[in-house]
């Protein structure tokens, strides 16, 4: 395994860590689960508030949407689910590398 993977690996994992860390954290804060359709409620402050939360929240949101979707119609396909899980899965690398990059700039991690 290259080093560029391992960095990879690690940025996904973490990625999934943060998003998991700002869900709950929004559960604990409001005591309601986040969605995508609080998006849906027009140009309001709560609707921008919540962006960043679900920029960074996605990946756990996704990824719990696709498999309650997945227990309750038994008939979903499986590209569908594999999608979801791509989905999910560059999303949180994308996220992971963000908050690695954040980390370095800040000086708390050195590479």
């Known amino acids: 395994m290259t080093l ?8 996904v994992a973490l990625g999934f860590a943060v998003a998991g860390s700002f869900t709950t954290g929004y ?5 309601k689960l986040p969605s995508f359709s609080q998006l ?6 709560k609707a ?3 962006i960043p939360v679900l920029l960074f ?3 756990f949101l996704i990824m719990r949407n696709t498999v309650l979707g997945a227990m309750y119609d038994q008939s979903r396909r499986f590209e569908f689910v594999a999608l979801a ?10 996220s992971g590398t963000i908050v690695v990059t ?3 700039v800040a000086g ?4």
């Open 4 to 11: 560029q993977s391992l960095q990879n690996l690690i940025a």
């Open 27 to 31: 559960q604990l804060a409001t005591n």
């Open 40 to 45: 849906n409620k027009g140009a309001s402050a």
């Open 48 to 50: 921008f508030a919540a």
């Open 57 to 59: 929240a996605a990946p």
């Open 85 to 94: 899980t791509v989905i999910s899965g560059f999303w949180s690398l994308m």
């Open 102 to 104: 954040m980390l370095r």
């Open 108 to 111: 708390l991690l050195h590479a």
